[in-house]
């Protein structure tokens, strides 16, 4: 029996450890006093088996522990309850280890007797030495009505390795009895004997009546009974008065103490029930653990997060755009460049940003021709954007019809707001008198429009990553939730709360890692494609020797219109025209061709763009939500097997 419930009571000890972080005291406390008393009783005498006599008041218990000690060592009498203390009868054996168990037992010195003597441990004769090591105890009634009395029984019955439970015939059905006692320790059947007591007082048959009803009661309770060699509760009748039937307890008691076997099954017992109460906390509903797909989910939810379908696409595009410049025709080429020297003088006065460090000081050199204009301060929190309406340009001192040369614009901030035209008389430009872009400005010509709108600038910008920030928090909390909850079904309370806490711990910070491989990835787009297709440069190649014959058919009929000697004798029109013909339409044409050849290449850039950034994302999320959680999956399947030894299973 040692050796089959070391293992169990080591798994238990091991279940505690891991689980001290994830369960509360109190789900523990049973399973730690089981442990405690296995450590206790292993340090004692095996030697010694403590059976402990239990039962209502006059049930005749002391009766019947006075007949198998044969010596009246417990008080007898009318007066209820008798038996205020508990009484010990210790057979030979072992001394010091008789010693050490009463000790354990805390059963006082006076308390303490052999068989055939009352006058202790230290004198009298060894009477039955067939019940040699037996340790037997008188307990207090169960239902005395002193409190103590109740108390030292519960007590002892925790620790004792079986129990006699002796009933009479007037109080066997009791409901105290067996709500309270036999049917919580139903699962103590083999270290458990009930004796029905007092069967002299039945007539005829009714003793055998009597105890089958006590059977059936007992079956009711779920405690197993003793029969046809089955282990089990041993049922016994018997009268301590009369003598009839001690003898039979007495030889089941012999075999039961030679044995040496009922503190490891009572061990065994407190183990089990252990387990029971334990069961769920530990035993899942069904199978537990993340599916591939709730992986797949959780990583498809992320790539959402990070804007992972719309970054392939704005990669595609941008892979298109590359080559179409490079494939364009020179004039198309040309007129990029100017475009993009446009937005680059915007995107310099887009960029003057922070507050005014002083006012507008200077005044226009010249004259403000047209409408002279009313000074307005505007406020101003964004950048401007876009051309200036009207006639003239902004960037050379003209604005409108008016020119608004040689003024000093001052240190201020150029913000989103409005250029009103103002009304007046003559007049050169008006003062600032604000900060932070509030400026006046006068002398707006009448040539321009009334309104500059202003366009999104940097806290535009701003705003809208901030929204952008916003809905990947959305996303990703909802994908994170999603995949705990997954990873949590089935389990036990604590340990599905335990699964949820790692992933919200993990998820902590989850938001900002997948901004900065999302701005990754826009850095490496903004750098265009790696490699540069060499059909782009023979593409260009061609656009050049296309713009070339364009080129040389023009001037062919410059030389034909003026009559100059740069064309050969006889050559008419026709030549000229066939290469300014195949130049103007062949430059297109190709350019349509490298567009509808770029398709696929751009289309596999998108993607493998759009891999990569699934790929980033899936790997932020398996390294703060994924594996926090596997880890405490983890945790629980190896308290679940540990249980599994523990609970014998």
Same mark, same amino acid.
């Given at each position: 029996?040692?050796?089959?419930?070391?293992?169990?009571?080591? %798994?238990?000890?091991?279940?505690?450890?891991?689980?001290?972080?994830?369960?509360?005291?109190?789900?523990?406390?049973?399973?730690?006093?089981?442990?405690?008393?296995?450590?206790?009783?292993?340090?004692?005498?095996?030697?010694?088996?403590?059976?402990?006599?239990?039962?209502?008041?006059?049930?005749?218990?002391?009766?019947?522990?006075?007949?198998?000690?044969?010596?009246?060592?417990?008080?007898?009498?009318?007066?209820?309850?008798?038996?205020?203390?508990?009484?010990?009868?210790?057979?030979?054996?072992?001394?010091?280890?008789?010693?050490?168990?009463?000790?354990?037992?805390?059963?006082?010195?006076?308390?303490?007797?052999?068989?055939?003597?009352?006058?202790?441990?230290?004198?009298?004769?060894?009477?039955?030495?067939?019940?040699?090591?037996?340790?037997?105890?008188?307990?207090?009634?169960?239902?005395?009505?002193?409190?103590?009395?109740?108390?030292?029984?519960?007590?002892?019955?925790?620790?004792?390795?079986?129990?006699?439970?002796?009933?009479?015939?007037?109080?066997?059905?009791?409901?105290?009895?067996?709500?309270?006692?036999?049917?919580?320790?139903?699962?103590?059947?083999?270290?458990? !004997?009930?004796?029905?007591?007092?069967?002299?007082?039945?007539?005829?048959? %009714?003793?055998?009546?009597?105890?089958?009803?006590?059977?059936?009661?007992?079956?009711?309770?779920?405690?197993?009974?003793?029969?046809?060699?089955?282990?089990?509760?041993?049922?016994?009748?018997?009268?301590?008065?009369?003598?009839?039937?001690?003898?039979?307890?007495?030889?089941?008691?012999?075999? !039961?103490?030679?044995?040496?076997?009922?503190?490891?099954?009572?061990?065994?017992?407190?183990?089990?029930?252990?387990?029971?109460?334990?069961?769920?906390?530990?035993?899942?509903?069904?199978?537990?653990?993340?599916?591939?797909?709730?992986?797949?989910?959780?990583?498809?939810?992320?790539?959402?997060?990070?804007?992972?379908?719309?970054?392939?696409?704005?990669?595609?595009?941008?892979? #298109?755009?590359?080559?179409?410049?490079?494939?364009?025709?020179?004039?198309?080429?040309?007129?990029?460049?100017?475009?993009?020297?446009?937005?680059?003088?915007?995107?310099?006065?887009?960029?003057?940003?922070?507050?005014?460090?002083?006012?507008?000081?200077?005044?226009?050199?010249?004259?403000?021709?047209?409408?002279?204009?009313?000074?307005?301060?505007?406020?101003?929190?964004?950048?401007?954007?876009?051309?200036?309406?009207?006639?003239?340009?902004?960037?050379?001192?003209?604005?409108?019809?008016?020119?608004?040369?040689?003024?000093?614009?001052?240190?201020?901030?150029?913000?989103?707001?409005?250029?009103?035209?103002?009304?007046?008389?003559?007049?050169?430009?008006?003062?600032?008198?604000?900060?932070?872009?509030?400026?006046?400005?006068?002398?707006?010509?009448?040539?321009?429009?009334?309104?500059?709108?202003?366009?999104?600038?940097?806290?535009?910008?701003?705003?809208?990553?901030?929204?952008?920030?916003?809905?990947?928090?959305?996303?990703?909390?909802?994908?994170?939730?999603?995949?705990?909850?997954?990873?949590?079904?089935?389990?036990?309370?604590?340990?599905?709360?335990?699964?949820?806490?790692?992933?919200?711990?993990?998820?902590?910070?989850?938001?900002?890692?997948?901004?900065?491989?999302?701005?990754?990835?826009?850095?490496?787009?903004?750098?265009?494609?790696?490699?540069?297709?060499?059909?782009?440069?023979?593409?260009?190649?061609?656009?050049?020797?296309?713009?070339?014959?364009?080129?040389?058919?023009?001037?062919?009929?410059?030389?034909?219109?003026?009559?100059?000697? #740069?064309?050969?004798?006889?050559?008419?029109?026709?030549?000229?025209?066939?290469?300014?013909?195949?130049?103007?339409?062949?430059?297109?044409?190709?350019?349509?061709?490298?567009? %509808?050849?770029?398709?696929?290449?751009?289309?596999?850039?998108?993607?493998?763009?759009?891999?990569?950034?699934?790929?980033?994302?899936?790997?932020?999320?398996?390294?703060?939500?994924?594996?926090?959680?596997?880890?405490?999956?983890?945790?629980?399947?190896?308290?679940?097997?540990?249980?599994?030894?523990?609970?014998?299973?």
């Amino acid at each position: 029996m040692e050796e089959e419930l070391a293992p169990r009571i080591d %798994a238990l000890r091991e279940l505690i450890g891991l689980s001290r972080t994830r369960l509360d005291g109190s789900t523990l406390d049973e399973a730690g006093r089981v442990l405690d008393a296995a450590d206790e009783r292993y340090r004692l005498s095996g030697e010694h088996t403590v059976v402990a006599l239990a039962g209502a008041t006059g049930s005749g218990k002391s009766s019947l522990f006075n007949a198998l000690a044969g010596a009246p060592c417990s008080e007898v009498a009318a007066r209820r309850p008798t038996t205020s203390q508990p009484v010990a009868c210790v057979w030979p054996g072992d001394r010091a280890g008789a010693e050490a168990q009463l000790h354990r037992l805390e059963i006082p010195a006076h308390q303490r007797f052999v068989p055939g003597t009352q006058t202790g441990p230290d004198g009298g004769p060894a009477a039955d030495d067939d019940l040699r090591g037996l340790v037997l105890l008188d307990l207090p009634d169960h239902d005395s009505a002193a409190v103590g009395h109740r108390a030292q029984v519960d007590r002892l019955l925790k620790v004792v390795d079986a129990v006699i439970w002796v009933v009479d015939p007037e109080k066997y059905a009791d409901a105290v009895l067996h709500e309270r006692y036999l049917r919580p320790l139903a699962g103590y059947a083999e270290v458990t !004997f009930v004796v029905l007591n007092q069967v002299d007082r039945l007539p005829g048959d %009714a003793a055998d009546q009597v105890v089958d009803d006590l059977r059936r009661l007992l079956d009711e309770d779920g405690l197993a009974l003793s029969e046809h060699g089955e282990p089990g509760a041993t049922v016994l009748a018997l009268s301590a008065a009369t003598g009839e039937g001690v003898d039979e307890l007495r030889d089941a008691l012999r075999q !039961f103490v030679a044995e040496r076997g009922a503190a490891g099954r009572r061990l065994a017992a407190d183990v089990d029930a252990a387990a029971e109460r334990l069961q769920p906390v530990y035993v899942a509903d069904g199978q537990v653990g993340l599916t591939e797909q709730a992986r797949e989910d959780f990583e498809e939810r992320l790539a959402e997060a990070v804007g992972a379908a719309a970054t392939g696409s704005a990669a595609e595009r941008d892979w #298109l755009r590359h080559a179409e410049r490079a494939c364009a025709t020179p004039w198309a080429r040309l007129r990029n460049w100017r475009a993009d020297v446009v937005k680059r003088r915007e995107a310099g006065a887009d960029g003057l940003r922070g507050p005014a460090t002083g006012p507008v000081t200077g005044a226009a050199a010249g004259p403000v021709t047209g409408a002279a204009g009313r000074s307005v301060t505007g406020s101003f929190t964004g950048a401007a954007k876009g051309a200036s309406p009207g006639s003239g340009t902004y960037a050379d001192g003209s604005y409108g019809d008016g020119t608004y040369a040689g003024g000093a614009y001052g240190k201020g901030t150029y913000g989103q707001g409005t250029y009103r035209s103002g009304t007046g008389d003559g007049g050169a430009s008006g003062a600032a008198n604000g900060t932070n872009g509030s400026g006046a400005y006068g002398g707006i010509g009448a040539g321009g429009s009334g309104r500059r709108p202003g366009g999104a600038g940097p806290d535009a910008g701003e705003a809208r990553r901030s929204a952008a920030a916003r809905t990947s928090r959305t996303v990703t909390e909802q994908a994170v939730r999603g995949v705990a909850g997954e990873a949590a079904r089935g389990l036990p309370v604590p340990w599905a709360q335990a699964v949820r806490e790692a992933a919200e711990k993990g998820a902590q910070g989850l938001p900002e890692v997948l901004d900065r491989a999302a701005e990754a990835a826009d850095e490496a787009l903004r750098a265009g494609p790696p490699v540069r297709p060499r059909w782009w440069t023979v593409a260009a190649a061609g656009q050049g020797l296309l713009v070339a014959l364009q080129v040389m058919g023009m001037l062919w009929m410059v030389g034909l219109v003026c009559g100059a000697g #740069l064309v050969p004798d006889g050559a008419g029109w026709l030549p000229a025209l066939v290469l300014i013909t195949v130049g103007t339409v062949g430059g297109p044409a190709l350019s349509w061709l490298c567009g %509808a050849a770029a398709r696929g290449p751009a289309r596999r850039y998108g993607q493998d763009a759009e891999r990569e950034l699934r790929a980033a994302a899936a790997g932020c999320g398996r390294a703060r939500v994924l594996e926090p959680v596997a880890a405490e999956l983890l945790r629980y399947r190896e308290v679940r097997e540990q249980f599994a030894v523990a609970a014998g299973v």
